[in-house]
């Protein structure tokens, strides 16, 4: 139990020190890979999805509150 205890530290310490390392500006700062991009063309495809109902709805109740009324029969069931 003692040498987890000392190799959970060591690990710690490890980790805080190779912090600035990690945020070195030589990475490749400002790119994007494919999988950022990936998740973003996902993301879009959600919207569009989600858009395309959204104005048939709208078009829809344009067109019922702008549109002519319809003419029913008086005899119900002709």
Do not use: H, N
Request: charged share 10%; net charge positive; glycine share 12%.
């Amino acid at each position: 139990m003692k040498a987890l205890q000392c190799l959970s530290g060591a690990v710690a310490l490890w980790a805080t020190l190779s912090e600035p390392a990690l945020a070195s500006a030589e990475s490749g700062a400002g790119t994007m890979g494919f999988g950022a991009w990936l998740f973003i063309g996902f993301c879009a495809l959600i919207f569009v999805a989600q858009l395309v109902p959204a104005l048939m709805l709208l078009f829809g109740m344009v067109r019922g509150l702008f549109g002519g009324k319809e003419k029913t029969s008086s005899a119900p069931f002709r």
